[in-house]
């Protein structure tokens, strides 16, 4: 009988006691079965929660091509994008000879409890964009941003025309919260206050989110994971690359960052509450339900460099929905491109998927609307014999594309 299994095949075999045997003597006497240092970097520029850094080529390779500027979401350590070695999005893009940047935002204090969303939109996000240019030799700069870093990323541009952005790509970035499922049920209630709930005087209280709470946060996404991974680690012992991806999440989820009170209060009302993104304009000033007067509004449709917009298949943060929800408020620009691609919120950028599936269709973005016709950087990391056909060359002014990579 189809999906029938029997006693036997319980029963561990032979090679798998021996690899199970190997990896816990790993673990007990090297700490861990993961590699997780971080590849080297070079810090250069700073400001006020900003931090941006280069990363360093390896040796004989040289350089070449467009930069490619990482941007992190607010809580998110850089781990993201540097998981472990041979799950590192900056690692492949090094490994390949293309420049590549990073903008973090380091440790978020009470005394930061004041500063918006506008602090990342007006300021951090486009300073890192402009030092990561000058620093490539002022080539334009192919911008990858994941979760709320894509729509910083998104927002930054359509605030500024002028930014020297070669493409623009959100990764696993919600614009419509209603199709959220772990949200959608709580806005009426959320929205029953009128702006004086617990959660407002909370976050007022304590200046923001504190990391334990944000560390909650996303582990209750994934609530079925945390519950089943005992016995997911127990049952794959054997399995090596599953437990040292397991060992490299769980330090990222360690790492997790606080969230200054204003940001956390614009995105509890206007992008919770409000599902304010869906109309394609978002209010700078300070939105959290106060009488203060409105802030420059910027919209989407300003956007005037190409745009591809990644989601996760088994994505509970940004379902599929949620992120394609974009790409008709994109109007204005000449490309937009909607890709599926396997994993989680977290695997679709840096699981072991992502080798063959998203890195792959960065690859091709990225060498696709490079300055230079003869740049290939990216092109010979890993995954290229798994890489999806893609049509090269600009659409009509407006155009998308839409196709699934997962399984």
């Avoid at 993961?34 to 850094?53: C, F, K, N, Q, S």
């Avoid at 009170?261 to 993104?277: E, P, S, W």
């Avoid at 978002?282 to 939105?287: A, E, K």
């Avoid at 269709?361 to 003869?374: A, G, K, R």
Wanted: with cysteine; charged share 20%.
């Amino acid at each position: 009988m189809a999906g029938y299994f029997s006693s036997v095949d319980l029963i561990p075999k032979p090679d798998q006691v021996v690899s199970a045997a190997g990896n816990l003597a790993h673990k007990v006497f090297y700490g861990g079965l993961a590699d997780l240092r971080p590849m080297p970097r070079t810090l250069i520029d700073e400001g006020t929660l900003r931090e941006v850094y280069h990363y360093r080529p390896r040796a004989k390779v040289v350089e070449q091509g467009d930069p490619v500027l990482l941007v992190t979401p607010l809580a998110a350590p850089a781990t993201c994008y540097d998981l472990r070695r041979g799950c590192s999005l900056v690692e492949h893009f090094v490994d390949a000879g293309r420049p590549t940047y990073l903008v973090e935002y380091g440790e978020v204090s009470f005394k930061d409890r004041n500063l918006g969303m506008e602090h990342w939109i007006e300021e951090v996000v486009p300073t890192a964009i402009r030092e990561a240019s000058a620093h490539a030799g002022g080539r334009p700069v192919h911008v990858v941003g994941w979760s709320l870093g894509g729509i910083f990323s998104l927002l930054a541009a359509a605030a500024d025309a002028d930014l020297p952005i070669a493409s623009l790509t959100a990764v696993g970035s919600p614009i419509d919260v209603s199709q959220v499922p772990l949200v959608a049920p709580l806005r009426p209630l959320l929205n029953w206050a009128n702006g004086r709930g617990p959660i407002t005087r909370g976050y007022q209280a304590l200046g923001g989110a504190p990391k334990p709470l944000v560390k909650w946060a996303f582990q209750l996404t994934s609530f079925q994971k945390l519950v089943t991974k005992p016995v997911a680690k127990a049952t794959r012992y054997d399995d090596t690359e599953f437990l040292a991806q397991m060992e490299a999440v769980d330090r990222f989820t360690a790492g997790m960052i606080a969230y200054p009170g204003r940001t956390f209060g614009q995105l509890y009302h206007r992008f919770v509450k409000g599902n304010a993104l869906v109309a394609g304009t978002f209010d700078l000033g300070d939105v959290t339900g106060e009488p203060e007067a409105a802030g420059r509004t910027v919209s989407f449709a300003d956007i005037d460099v190409p745009v591809l917009v990644l989601a996760g298949a088994t994505d509970g943060i940004a379902p599929v929905a949620s992120v394609k929800a974009v790409v008709p408020l994109l109007t204005g620009s000449p490309e937009v491109r909607f890709e599926i691609v396997p994993g989680g919120h977290l695997g679709m950028l840096t699981g072991r998927a992502a080798r063959t599936s998203t890195w792959a269709v960065l690859d091709e973005w990225v060498s696709q609307w490079s300055t230079d016709p003869s740049d290939t950087a990216g092109g010979d990391g890993a995954g290229d014999d798994a890489a999806p056909t893609i049509g090269t060359g600009r659409r009509t002014h407006g155009s998308a594309s839409s196709r699934s990579l997962a399984r």
